[in-house]
């Protein structure tokens, strides 16, 4: 057998898995004007080992490729190829010299001349520096090898298999007119190297690459795109199109926006604005009787120690703001130990003190309940009352003065199911809401109620069972018609499909059949689905999905576009950083969005869980404090945040008091006029 010699020539071609590959097309990046190449470049080059087609004694191989990259933004490279080894003289590249400006890459093809005598043969072909300045920090080499057969001889079969196609891409905007672009390198199940990859921006090639990653750039400020790649081998074989991926290029920043924050304003607005595209390219028009509700928080059970268990004065008018923005229901978090006894003994109330206690907060919710069933929407219908049935926050809600953490840890797992079924049991005999969510975020439950156990999707699934057991037990007033069950997570929780479970399987909450719905919580723009939309938007949409084909209600009971872009921020962080009045305009672009998921996903009801908004922002030159960002530690800003949060009630309490709407509440109220379906 004989090694093959490599010729590079410059080629054109269209990596569609459908074209015919002709010679393929030389992608390189021009210096924009004023640009100095002032960076060392760097040679990048694939595959490095080459396999040339087997021929018979007379006849010439396929031409191969190769792709030379330049890795080095703001850097010149000019490269030559040279060739050495055994077959040195029957390899040829062409072109065997070049310069590529900034993240470029130039295709070469490779081909061989066929030597007198059979054999195996090798050569390398060695990229090196060819006077750049400065130089390149490396050189680049490609092992060539192949055979020649005598004739007659039967040849290994050619190479016409294509390339995996390329999987996990990632796309961001990095600027208000460029755009990166990433994904996992594809095998070639016939050599195991690929070549290359060729990129497309809305539906047009761009640019060829032998590397995993690219950088549009020249491309309209907030201006929306797809991209994909396929993967090429050295045969010119090309996989199909990866799914394409949708991005938005960052719009300018409003005025009035803090240096500090800039860079997060324009990531958020990017993320949601590419949200919005591809929530409405799904649109239908359809609109869906959705119960639209907002979170009472002059009702929720995590503002501390109430002193106060029959003045509604606070409650009748976040009621009244309510209705005044067309909703017809309001959410109240009422959870565990607000009805157990043994938890304010161990407090160190008396048991009849304790007693007392618990009879005062039955009187409190049961006023609040009748508050709310005794109001009526714009068609006559008596307002709903959602309740979400969650153990108190310790961990998430530091400034209570009312926590229970030392009472959780004092608790073992069975007695922690038992008196917290306890409670939900009191919660719908004495309350009656009409909807009834007995969990809805367990990783959550975990951290804040110190049970590990609840990161364990069998475990939670399996006490998510025993409360609505007994429920049933209970023989709850209109249990299933009046007060409907729920149960549901976050949007973020880890193994969200284990604790889910599968239509039709029995298995996770799907498979609770005394359950009624499955709800889900919709907070943070952070992470990227397959298709660009943010990981969250993207996994609610999944799990609506799930919830209608197991026959079950689906519902998002707490939303709102979190300002935040680091995973695992901390939540009074970010709960604070909401409320500053820069961040308005996209609260506003938000609302669109999530109206139109709740309609196409036909949801029970959708509630936003940053009421305070609808009526008054925090001036941010007026804040008590600046907290640092992004903060250092999880505590770093706690005091400054509590600071801000005690202002933040004040304004809004006075904004509503006044009946004021801010532009936030107004176009909330639009939307809901726009949407609105009798019930």
């Given at each position: 057998?004989?090694?093959?010699?490599l010729?590079?020539?410059?080629?054109?071609f269209?990596?569609?898995?459908?074209?015919?590959?002709?010679?393929?097309?030389?992608?390189?990046?021009?210096?924009?004007?004023g640009?100095h190449?002032?960076?060392?470049?760097?040679?990048?080059?694939?595959?490095?080992?080459?396999?040339?087609?087997?021929?018979?004694?007379?006849?010439?191989?396929?031409a191969?490729i190769?792709v030379?990259?330049?890795t080095?933004?703001s850097s010149i490279?000019?490269?030559?190829a040279?060739?050495?080894?055994?077959?040195?003289?029957?390899c040829?590249v062409?072109?065997?010299?070049?310069?590529l400006v900034?993240?470029?890459?130039?295709?070469?093809?490779?081909?061989?001349?066929?030597?007198?005598?059979g054999?195996?043969y090798?050569?390398?072909?060695?990229?090196?520096?060819n006077?750049?300045?400065?130089?390149?920090?490396?050189?680049?080499?490609?092992?060539?090898?192949?055979?020649?057969?005598?004739?007659?001889s039967?040849?290994p079969?050619a190479n016409?298999t294509?390339?995996?196609?390329?999987?996990?891409?990632?796309?961001?905007a990095t600027?208000?007119?460029?755009v990166?672009f990433?994904?996992?390198?594809?095998?070639?199940?016939?050599n195991?190297?690929?070549?290359?990859?060729?990129?497309?921006?809305d539906?047009?090639?761009?640019?060829l690459?032998?590397?995993?990653s690219?950088q549009?750039?020249?491309?309209a400020?907030?201006?929306?795109?797809?991209?994909t790649?396929?993967?090429?081998?050295?045969?010119?074989?090309a996989?199909?199109?990866?799914?394409?991926?949708?991005v938005?290029?960052?719009?300018p920043v409003?005025a009035?926006?803090?240096?500090?924050?800039q860079?997060?304003y324009q990531?958020?607005?990017s993320n949601?604005?590419?949200?919005?595209?591809?929530?409405?390219?799904?649109s239908?028009g359809?609109k869906y009787p959705?119960?639209?509700?907002?979170?009472?928080?002059?009702?929720?059970?995590?503002?501390?120690?109430?002193l106060?268990?029959?003045?509604?004065?606070?409650?009748d008018?976040?009621?009244?703001?309510?209705?005044?923005?067309?909703?017809?229901?309001?959410?109240?978090s009422l959870?565990?130990?607000?009805?157990?006894?043994?938890?304010?003994?161990f407090?160190?109330?008396?048991?009849?003190q304790?007693q007392?206690?618990?009879?005062?907060?039955l009187t409190?919710?049961?006023?609040?309940?009748q508050d709310i069933?005794?109001?009526?929407?714009i068609?006559?219908?008596?307002?709903?009352?959602?309740?979400e049935?969650n153990?108190?926050?310790?961990?998430?809600?530091p400034?209570?003065n009312?926590?229970?953490?030392?009472y959780?840890?004092s608790?073992?797992?069975?007695?922690?199911?038992?008196?917290?079924?306890?409670n939900?049991?009191?919660t719908?005999?004495?309350?009656?809401?009409?909807?009834?969510?007995?969990q809805?975020?367990?990783?959550?439950?975990a951290?804040?109620?110190?049970?590990p156990?609840?990161?364990?999707?069998?475990?939670?699934?399996?006490?998510?069972?025993?409360?609505?057991?007994?429920l049933?037990?209970?023989?709850?007033?209109g249990?299933h018609s009046t007060?409907k069950?729920?149960?549901?997570?976050?949007?973020?929780?880890?193994?969200?499909?284990?604790?889910l479970?599968?239509?039709?399987?029995?298995?996770?909450l799907?498979g609770?059949?005394?359950l009624?719905g499955?709800?889900?919580?919709v907070?943070?723009l952070?992470?990227?689905?397959?298709?660009?939309?943010a990981?969250?938007?993207?996994?609610?949409?999944q799990?609506?999905?799930?919830?209608?084909?197991?026959?079950k209600?689906?519902s998002?009971?707490?939303?709102w576009p979190?300002?935040?872009?680091?995973?695992?921020?901390?939540?009074?962080?970010?709960?604070?950083?909401?409320?500053f009045?820069f961040?308005a305009?996209?609260?506003q672009?938000?609302?669109?969005?999530i109206?139109?998921m709740?309609?196409q996903?036909?949801?029970e009801y959708?509630?936003?869980f940053?009421?305070g908004?609808?009526?008054?922002?925090?001036?941010?030159?007026?804040l008590?404090?600046l907290?640092?960002?992004?903060?250092?530690?999880?505590?770093q800003n706690?005091?400054c945040?509590?600071?801000?949060?005690?202002?933040v009630t004040?304004?809004?309490?006075?904004?509503?008091?006044r009946?004021?709407?801010?532009a936030?509440?107004?176009?909330y109220?639009?939307?809901?006029?726009a949407?609105?379906?009798?019930?």
């Open positions: 057998m004989v090694l093959l010699s010729k590079l020539m410059p080629m054109k269209s990596f569609r898995p459908s074209a015919i590959l002709a010679p393929m097309l030389i992608a390189a990046m021009l210096l924009p004007p640009m190449a002032a960076s060392a470049p760097a040679f990048s080059v694939s595959p490095s080992n080459l396999y040339m087609a087997a021929v018979a004694k007379g006849a010439a191989p396929a191969q190769i030379v990259n330049n080095v933004a490279l000019k490269w030559h040279s060739l050495s080894g055994s077959g040195a003289a029957y040829a062409n072109p065997s010299r070049g310069t900034g993240q470029s890459a130039v295709m070469l093809t490779v081909s061989a001349s066929v030597p007198a005598v054999g195996s090798q050569c390398t072909v060695t990229l090196s520096d006077g750049s300045s400065p130089p390149a920090t490396n050189s680049g080499a490609v092992n060539v090898s192949y055979a020649v057969y005598a004739q007659g039967t040849l079969p016409n294509p390339p995996d196609v390329p999987q996990y891409l990632s796309v961001a600027g208000s007119s460029t990166s990433n994904w996992y390198g594809s095998g070639d199940p016939a195991r190297y690929v070549a290359g990859y060729a990129v497309y921006r539906g047009a090639q761009i640019a690459t032998g590397m995993t690219y549009d750039s020249g491309l400020k907030a201006s929306y795109h797809t991209y790649v396929t993967a090429f081998d050295s045969s010119q074989n996989s199909a199109e990866a799914p394409p991926i949708a938005t290029t960052f719009a409003p009035g926006v803090p240096a500090t924050y860079s997060l990531g958020v607005q949601m604005a590419t949200d919005f595209a591809l929530v409405n390219a799904q239908t359809a959705v119960n639209y509700s907002m979170c009472l928080m002059s009702a929720n059970d995590n503002g501390g120690l109430r106060n268990f029959t003045d509604l004065t606070a409650v008018q976040q009621l009244n703001g309510a209705q005044a923005l067309g909703m017809n229901a309001v959410m109240v959870g565990f130990p607000i009805f157990d006894q043994n938890f304010y003994e407090l160190g109330q008396t048991p009849a304790a007392q206690t618990v009879q005062n907060y409190f919710y049961e006023l609040v309940a069933h005794g109001r009526k929407d068609n006559g219908t008596p307002m709903r009352m959602i309740v049935a153990p108190l926050l310790t961990v998430d809600n400034g209570t009312m926590n229970p953490a030392a959780y840890q608790l073992s797992f069975a007695t922690y199911e038992q008196r917290r079924s306890a939900t049991v009191t719908a005999q004495s309350v009656q809401p009409d909807y009834l969510i007995v809805s975020e367990p990783d959550t439950d951290r804040d109620g110190y049970r156990e609840l990161n364990t999707p069998a475990t939670d699934v399996a006490m998510v069972q025993l409360m609505v057991n007994n049933a037990a209970a023989k709850v007033p249990l007060v069950l729920g149960a549901g997570m976050g949007t973020w929780q880890t193994d969200w499909q284990e604790y479970g599968t239509p039709g399987a029995a298995t996770g799907l609770i059949t005394g009624d499955i709800d889900n919580h907070y943070f952070t992470g990227q689905s397959a298709s660009g939309m990981l969250e938007l993207d996994t609610s949409l799990m609506i999905a799930a919830v209608h084909a197991a026959g209600f689906a998002i009971c707490e939303f979190h300002k935040s872009l680091i995973v695992g921020e901390s939540f009074l962080d970010v709960d604070t950083r909401d409320s009045n961040w305009p996209l609260d672009q938000y609302i669109p969005i109206f139109e709740a309609n996903g036909s949801l959708l509630s936003a940053n009421d908004e609808f009526w008054a922002y925090e001036p941010y030159t007026s008590p404090c907290p640092v960002y992004p903060a250092g530690t999880a505590s706690q005091a945040d509590l600071s801000i949060l005690s202002a004040a304004t809004v309490q006075s904004a509503l008091g009946g004021q709407l801010s936030t509440g107004t176009a109220k639009a939307e809901i006029a949407y609105w379906m009798p019930h």
